[in-house]
T-cell receptor, first 112, second 112 residues
Framework: DAGITQSPRHKVTETGTPVTLRCHQT?????MYWYRQDPGHGLRLIHY???????DKGEVSDGYSVSRSKTEDFLLTLESATSSQTSVYFC???????????FGSGTRLTVV | DQQVKQNSPSLSVQEGRISILNCDYT??????FLWYKKYPAEGPTFLIS?????DKNEDGRFTVFLNKSAKHLSLHIVPSQPGDSAVYFC???????????FGQGTRLTINP
């Protein structure tokens, strides 16, 4: 979507390797989020950020870490990828945090 | 603990008829509710929302109804069109919560 980009769009990686997904925004929004989408579970929050260097855990944060050193970039890192982390990952941005989310196009990650 | 539930994984409706998608929530602190629509290989996009001070909100063919006593909301689409075929996510937020909680999603198929 305009104003938010995710990279890469697709990635295949091996179990045990580190992986970093990037979310970049040009809207200068305060809030940024990482969700994962899985069949039967919908969208589940992994981590979110409410400002530079300010982050908090979501409901499925185990095995993931995040960093936000600049307003425009929010990185999601899988320290040691596992097959259970095979999923589609969505980044979202918001001015207020409680509505008005804009989502990126997603990253499809496969861990083999 | 699923705070937002969409109990119908899928729904099939004939073109021109009404589509009704349902969503239940358990957290009485939620005060803002949203519906998002998602096409394959794209991120979710905002469709319509409702504040807890209202019981109905309309936008063209889309109407959302909120029943606070039952902790239930529904999305009505009338008339349904082939382009409405997508996955619909219900989401909720509470004042100051800084994050949205999503349901599992309902895949809507509109048949010609």
């Amino acid at each position: 979507d305009a104003g938010i980009t995710q990279s890469p769009r697709h990635k295949v990686t091996e179990t045990g390797t580190p992986v970093t997904l990037r979310c970049h925004q040009t809207e200068n929004h305060r809030y940024m989020y990482w969700y994962r989408q899985d069949p039967g579970h919908g969208l589940r929050l992994i981590h979110y950020s409410y400002g530079v260097k300010d982050t908090d855990k979501g409901e499925v944060s185990d095995g993931y870490s995040v960093s936000r050193s600049k307003t425009e970039d929010f990185l999601l890192t899988l320290e040691s990828a596992t097959s259970s982390q095979t999923s589609v990952y969505f980044c979202a941005i918001s001015e207020t945090g409680d509505y008005g989310y804009t989502f990126g196009s997603g990253t499809r990650l496969t861990v083999v | 603990d699923q705070q937002v539930k969409q109990n119908s994984p899928s729904l099939s409706v004939q073109e021109g008829r009404i589509s009704i998608l349902n969503c239940d929530y358990t957290n009485s602190m939620f005060d803002y509710f949203l519906w998002y629509k998602k096409y394959p290989a794209e991120g979710p996009t905002f469709l319509i929302s409702i504040s807890s001070i209202k019981d109905k909100n309309e936008d063209g063919r889309f109407t959302v109804f909120l029943n606070k006593s039952a902790k239930h909301l529904s999305l009505h689409i009338v008339p349904s069109q082939p382009g409405d075929s997508a996955v619909y996510f219900c989401a909720a937020s509470g004042k100051g919560a800084q994050k949205l909680v999503f349901g599992q999603g309902t895949r809507l198929t509109i048949n010609p």
